[in-house]
C-alpha cells in the first residue's frame, strides 16, 4: 500500500530558507492581469520552482491582498516581487540589466514552447498578458522572442495561471538539466 506523505515529510524549506537559497535567473513580468487569484496563483508556482522575482504592472494587484493571498497561499511572503505602473519601464529595465525577455502569446513567428531552449545562464523574463487581451502589443514588441504553447482543442487560449504554470515548469525543468 503507497502511504500519501504528510506535509511535515515533504522537506519544504521555510520562508528564511528560501531566501537565502539559490533561484533560477528567471523573472516573470505580469502585464495588466485582472485577478487576484491568478496573480497568487503563479507566485505560488514561482515559489515551487524557485525563481527569482514577480514584477508586477498596471492593473495587477500586490500583496498584501486577500484574492492572492488566497490562492498563493503564504508563496507571496517568499518570493520577492516588485511592482511597476507601466509594463514598458518593467521590460526596459530588465533589458538593461541583461535579461533575455520573452513574451508568452501567439504571434507571427513565435517559438513553440518544445522547441524554446533555456539554460541557467542566461537571465529570462518571462512576460504573461492579461485574461482578455494578452500581452500588449508594444511589449510584444521589446520582447527578444515570444513563446507559444501548443494547443490542440477548439479553444484559442489557456488561463493565465495555467499558462506560467506549464511555460515556468518546461523552462525552469530545462534549466536545471
Request: charged letters at 30%.
Amino acid at each position: 500500500m503507497t502511504r500519501k506523505l504528510k506535509t511535515n515529510e515533504l522537506g519544504r524549506l521555510s520562508v528564511d530558507e528560501f531566501r537565502e537559497a539559490d533561484k533560477l535567473p528567471v523573472t516573470v513580468v505580469l502585464d495588466n492581469i485582472r485577478s487576484g487569484n491568478n496573480v497568487g496563483s503563479v507566485f505560488r508556482t514561482s515559489d515551487a520552482l524557485r525563481i527569482e522575482r514577480i514584477i508586477l504592472c498596471g492593473i495587477t494587484a500586490t500583496p498584501p491582498n486577500k484574492e492572492i493571498h488566497k490562492t498563493a497561499i503564504g508563496a507571496e511572503k517568499s518570493i520577492d516581487w516588485e511592482y511597476f505602473k507601466h509594463t514598458e519601464e518593467a521590460v526596459q529595465k530588465l533589458k538593461d540589466e541583461g535579461y533575455r525577455i520573452a513574451g508568452v502569446e501567439q504571434v507571427e513567428n513565435s517559438t513553440l514552447l518544445p522547441d524554446f531552449k533555456a539554460n541557467a545562464d542566461t537571465q529570462l523574463a518571462l512576460v504573461f498578458g492579461n485574461e482578455v487581451k494578452g500581452v500588449q502589443q508594444q511589449i510584444i514588441d521589446m520582447c527578444d522572442e515570444n513563446i507559444e504553447i501548443p494547443q490542440y482543442g477548439t479553444k484559442h487560449s489557456f488561463n493565465i495561471s495555467v499558462s506560467a504554470g506549464i511555460v515556468l515548469w518546461d523552462i525552469c525543468n530545462k534549466m536545471r538539466r
